[in-house]
């Protein structure tokens, strides 16, 4: 969620007058400039976190705030964007702005001529249709076991169907990445029925890990009648459900910033949230409602494909209370069931190995493994964090080399672990840093 600080702020330039163009040459140069070039609003700066590339057909609300004392325009549409106002042809570009979407280009100097920066000023919000649609008749009794597509075989979905089974289905297409780094996102071509409401977008991100259920699903609600807030009428619907009387927790939060409604049974997770700060006129025109799915399915883990191909070059076995960590087997297809030959040489004792044959590096307790292609490894190093209960957590981690990923491999919660670091380094010939190399030239 947004974090909203309050601080002074004075503009370094009068926004009365207007700045000088800017041409497009120093455009092209300028590293802390703002424009818009062939229907897109291009934020360039040096620190990655203000700049922004977004068609202006996608926008959808535009804010002022303030963070850290830095006065910023805030973009929401298929990218959220900060850009700040001290930005080289920021008034200029706000004035072409205000021209094509429609709002008055004075908003700047009222917002910069604020003594204390202690609100969000409302700019503009696209006006888009109703997109969803609450049941009259509100029978439904199936919110806990799934969605029905609403196609002429009202096909049902259950909660549990996995992401290879969902993907496949007519209904669903694959969105166009506007950036490179984008995750891959699936959404229904027709409306989703989710208890008593009938939404016209609902979507899910991809995930590596296809033989497991979808981790989470999520809709946009919005309505294009300014009285009839949709955040209230989702909100009153989920608790109406006799079907989440049996929660676990219920919990709402509302205030100047945030409306947040939470509701969470065994097996799922009901969030529902207003897209952007509740004080502002957009506060509660567009709502996030996601649906998360809380059940484990360790049979999704299966055996690797090549466990009898495997050629151990490299091996050592731990001690006792040291055991693989899992925790991200529902994103992670490197994590698999122990192959039974591994149970039998490690005596089912943690164990890391190195697999000539298949160039993989291999980590394994009594029940699971996870197996790293060991040219992507930079190198080993332990890690120790305070788990939930103030329980000191000791992992052995692996740094990925083409990105600044670490994983989390082997964990214990004594000190058991770290007492092997000696072991490790002898028997596998993989680079260990250890906590004092940093400090050594």
Known sequence: MFKYIKHFFKPSVSTEEKKPSVDSYSLSKNEDVIYIENGYLISKNKINYYKCRQSIDHIQV??????????????????????????????????????????????????????????????????????????????????????????????????????????????????????????????????????????????????????????????????????????????????????????????????????????????????????????????????????????????SVIYPKHTQKLAISHCTTLGDSIYLDTQTYKENPNIYRIPTFIQEISHNKPFIWIDEKNDEVGFSDDLYTHLIPRKEIEYFFFQSTVSEGNILLYKLCVKLKSNETQLDVLKSYSNSLILFEEQIKRDIPIPFKSHLDDYID
């Open 62 to 299: 535009l804010y002022f705030t303030c963070i850290n004392n830095k006065g910023l325009l805030f973009v929401a549409g298929k990218h959220n964007s900060y850009i700040p106002l001290s930005s080289e042809n920021f008034a200029n570009t706000f004035e072409q702005l205000s021209t094509v979407l429609g709002f008055s280009k004075q908003l700047l100097s009222e917002f910069t001529n604020t003594t204390f920066c202690d609100r969000n000023l409302f700019i503009w919000a696209r006006k888009n249709e109703t997109n969803y649609t609450i049941l009259e008749s509100k029978t439904s009794c199936d919110i806990l076991k799934g969605y029905e597509i609403q196609n002429s075989q009202k096909t049902f979905i259950s909660w549990d169907t996995t992401y290879d089974e969902v993907i496949k289905l007519k209904e669903i297409e694959t969105c166009k990445l506007d950036n490179e780094d984008d995750l891959v996102k699936y959404t229904f071509t027709i409306p989703v029925r989710v208890g008593d409401v009938i939404l016209n977008n609902f979507s899910f991100y991809d995930c590596l890990r296809k033989n497991i259920a979808v981790g989470s699903y999520f809709s946009y609600c919005e309505n294009s009648d300014p009285y009839n807030k949709p955040y209230t009428e989702l909100k009153n619907l989920l608790l109406s459900y006799k079907e989440l009387n049996s929660l676990k927790l219920n919990k709402t939060e509302e205030n100047e910033y945030i409306s947040s409604t939470t509701i969470q049974t065994e097996h799922q997770e009901f969030y529902l949230s207003n897209a952007y700060p509740a004080s502002l006129d957009a506060g509660n025109m567009k709502v996030f409602f996601l649906v998360t799915n809380l059940k484990e399915y360790p049979e």
